[in-house]
């Protein structure tokens, strides 16, 4: 099976040694070909314009979509999201790729890095997140697509309520949150045969 993850550092695996990323982690242990098209910093209108080159090409069976985050940091405007959102699934379902939707991981405010906090207001961004997240899951049960939720895959896991265990400066996984995220995505796929 191959599967094309396309997205920002959260697909990439910011600051995580590349043999330990969620998708790396994925590969290993279920043998299929996940190829990782995540691009720090990546916005979703980055993402459509390199969808056709990066997603299209490959002929995946799978594309696994998970971006919007950076948008919001940035520029704000989540109809810009959607719209970018909605083409990209429009590209692969032409193609007879199936879409898979990833719900981020959501950020820890408390935990943002004071630096970065100077030039946006992240919890005005996690609540414009939580706003996308729901559309996301509106959108996708809408138009059967599937999602899988790795912020529940944080929320649900042991290790949830201890500060920093998850989350290397409150907006990317570290390792142990990336393991949780490969569990996510190992149990969507497990089903799948």
């Known amino acids: 099976m191959k599967i094309v993850c396309i997205g920002d550092s959260i697909t990439y695996g910011y600051n995580i040694e590349p043999n330990k990323t969620w998708i790396e982690i994925s590969k290993q242990r279920t043998g299929y070909e996940i190829l990782n098209y995540g691009i720090n910093g990546d916005t979703s209108s980055g993402m459509l314009n390199r969808f056709y080159k990066d997603v299209i090409t490959q002929n995946p069976q799978y594309v696994h979509i998970m971006g919007g985050v950076n948008d919001l940091i940035c520029i704000g405007k989540l109809n810009i999201v959607k719209s970018n959102i909605m083409e990209m699934i429009r590209q ?3 193609e007879n790729i199936i879409p898979i939707l ?3 991981t959501g950020i820890v405010v408390d935990d943002i890095p004071y630096e970065w906090g100077l030039f946006t207001d992240y ?3 996690e609540l414009s997140l939580i706003e996308y997240e729901t559309w996301l899951i509106n959108f ?3 138009f059967k697509i599937d999602t899988i939720n790795y912020r529940k895959a944080l929320e649900n896991c042991p290790y949830n309520n201890v500060k ?4 290397s400066d409150g907006l990317h996984p570290n390792e142990l949150g990336t393991k949780y995220m490969a569990e996510a995505f190992i149990d969507y796929f497990r089903f799948i045969k």
Do not use: D, E
Not at 164 to 167: A, K, Q, R
């Open 140 to 142: 996708a049960n809408s």
């Open 92 to 94: 692969a379902q032409n």
């Open 102 to 104: 990833g719900i981020s």
């Open 164 to 167: 920093n265990l998850l989350f």
């Open 123 to 125: 919890k005005r961004i």
